[in-house]
């Protein structure tokens, strides 16, 4: 009669490391595709708002300059 379990084999051992290493090789190749695809859809949206953060810096550096202006033409002012 045989046994209930029998015991594995020296390749059958060999195929399931394999197997196991290629599992998590491939699991390491999806993680690492999956932060890839963050990181580009994240360059996406900062290039799309890349023009936008310009003309704000641009209105920002346009204020402070006016404010200066004002300022020094209050001081020599009458």
Known sequence: MADAVSPLTPDLEEQLGRIRRAREESEKF??????????????????????????????AAGAAFFGAGAAFVKILGP
Request: charged share 30%; glycine share 4%.
């Open 30 to 59: 999806v993680a690492e595709q999956k932060k890839l695809t963050a990181e580009a859809l994240k360059l996406d949206r900062d290039r799309m708002l890349a023009p936008w953060q310009i003309a704000l810096s641009g209105m």
